[in-house]
């Protein structure tokens, strides 16, 4: 149980264009799910915090125009890079959990190369 | 704020051997959650163990144990009979349970290197 998938698993995009990164909980209901972004050899940095249906909270210093998150549903966040840039290049991972106070459990993220 | 301290970047051991990875943090709650991660080479971060701060009993799972010590805010890892597969970052992180600290903080991590 407990299964978090990400989709694509990698993308590589040209510079400008936006790209869209999928968060689904396959076998249980996430009413919060989180955004993380890691850089090599490093830690898990959080980008945002989602509740289903509400606006997405997001830490200081990350854009929410440029990363707009979308929870629509309780299996389904998405994340878009919008109007991409090299230095947006990284390692994106999505965890859900099925309560705010729960366990996060995490995707297998998605490695994102801005050209 | 809270802070969770990993003060050992790297850490081998051999195969079947036992190690301990540390892990400290610090927080004015006294209610919490504190868990261990491992990420492989593949980057799936994947649960380990998982403590509750209001039981006193050390959770265990398998190989797998802590030492957690709520008064000195310690929160150590022990691998037991060490396997090739363990070779991964571990990750420290803590979770609050009061409103606006349900976000984990994590550790810098740990690369554990399991030698055959």
């Known amino acids: 149980g407990a299964v978090v998938s990400q989709h694509p698993s990698r993308v590589i995009c040209k510079s400008g264009t936006s790209v869209k990164i999928e968060c689904r909980s396959l076998?249980?209901?996430?009413?919060?799910m989180f955004w993380y972004r890691q850089f090599p050899k490093q830690s898990l940095m959080l980008m945002a915090t989602?509740?289903?249906?509400?606006?997405?909270?997001?830490e200081q210093g990350v854009e929410k125009d440029k990363f707009l998150i979308n929870h629509a549903s309780l299996t389904l966040s998405t994340l878009t890079v919008t109007s991409a840039h090299p230095e947006d290049s990284s390692f994106y991972i999505c965890s859900a959990s099925p309560g705010v106070q729960e366990t996060q459990y995490f995707g297998p993220g998605t490695r994102l190369l801005v050209l | 704020a809270q802070t969770v301290t990993q003060s050992q970047p790297e850490m081998s051991v051999q195969e079947a051997e036992t190690v301990t990875l540390s892990c400290t943090y610090d927080?004015?709650?006294?209610?919490?959650?504190l868990f261990w991660y491992k990420q492989p080479p593949s980057r799936q971060m994947i649960l380990v163990i998982r403590q509750e701060a209001y039981k006193q009993q050390n959770a265990t799972e398998n190989r797998f144990s802590v030492n957690f010590q709520k008064a000195a805010k310690s929160f150590s890892l022990k691998i037991s009979d060490s396997q090739l597969g363990d070779a991964a970052m571990y990750f420290c992180?803590?979770?609050?349970?009061?409103?606006?600290?349900?976000?984990?903080?994590f550790g810098t991590g740990t690369r554990l290197k399991v030698l055959a």
């Open positions: 989602s509740n289903e249906g509400s606006k997405a909270t997001y």
């Open positions: 927080t004015s709650e006294s209610d919490y959650y």
């Open positions: 992180a803590y979770r609050g349970s009061t409103s606006g600290t349900y976000k984990y903080i």
């Open positions: 076998d249980f209901q996430a009413t919060t």
